[in-house]
């Protein structure tokens, strides 16, 4: 299985940027997708996600400035940022897993990406 994160960059605080996140080699019918961020010296957090029976969930921080979608592909997860703000600026990874919802630490149904970094100045 394979995670393939894109889209991460410098931006200005207020300005957006995609993250897109696509699996391979990964054939559950059902599954759960979701983003993850981790600032330096913390344990991972969620951001956004979409369960296994299609409901989405954002973390208090992000709801109402980040999105996700899923294009036409089978696991695929987008995430949409607006409004960035300097916290938001962190290393943003991707995960999949059969067991729903994805926990924040590894465990043995997930897997994850290597990461892609989102750094917002002010």
């Known amino acids: 299985v394979r995670l393939v994160e894109s889209g991460g960059g410098s931006v200005q605080a207020g300005e957006s940027l995609r993250l897109s996140c696509v699996v391979t080699?990964?054939?559950?019918?059902?599954?759960?997708m979701g983003w993850f961020r981790q600032y330096p010296g913390k344990e991972r957090e969620r951001v956004a996600g979409?369960?296994?029976?299609?409901?989405?969930y954002y973390a208090d921080s992000v709801q109402g400035r980040f999105a996700i979608s899923q294009d036409n592909r089978a696991y695929s997860l987008d995430l949409q940022m607006n409004s960035l703000k300097p916290e938001d600026s962190a290393m943003y990874y991707c995960?999949?897993?059969?067991?729903?919802?994805?926990?924040?630490?590894?465990?043995?149904?997930?897997?994850w990406g290597k990461g892609t970094q989102v750094t917002v100045s002010s």
């Open positions: 979409r369960n296994n029976d299609g409901t989405t």
């Open positions: 080699g990964m054939g559950y019918p059902s599954y759960c």
């Open positions: 995960a999949v897993d059969v067991v729903c919802p994805i926990a924040t630490r590894t465990s043995p149904s997930g897997y």
